[in-house]
């Protein structure tokens, strides 16, 4: 069930400014941040993708409000937990950050609340997205994907 809550914009807003339109998008403010993977690249060849390492308070809040998200029953708990088990803390804390940057720019800019879709809900799309996912992958190897019934019938 969606729950309406209203992040605290107070703290990140004293170390961002007032106006909005300094950023000329989400992505521009993700990257003063530091929160967007790099992109060193040489030759065509990449070098490296890690974060830049800005010193950058608002960016600090973020990855603390990310690393305090390990337990909550959010759409946005889910998000960390699943990145965590795939790529490990630092990477899911810095992932789930920039998620938030991205969530409080909007409703920086659109004076917009935050709505919750809920633990469920996430769970449920990511799901639906795996399954398609691999239906796409069966049908490009010539496969078919038949789902199991649910009943298990008793073997004799």
Known sequence: MPTTSKLYLGANLS?????PKRFLSVKHFTSWLGLCPGQRITGGKVKSSKTRPVVNRAANAFRL???SLKQSRSALGAFYRRIKSRLGAPK???ATAHKLARLFYLMWTQAAEYVDPGLDYYEQQYQERVFHNLKKK???LGFDLVPQSSTTEGVS
Request: proline share 0%.
């Open 138 to 140: 069966a049908q490009s």
């Open 92 to 94: 899911a804390i810095t």
């Open 15 to 19: 170390e961002v400014g007032l106006d």
């Open 65 to 67: 409000a990310a690393s």
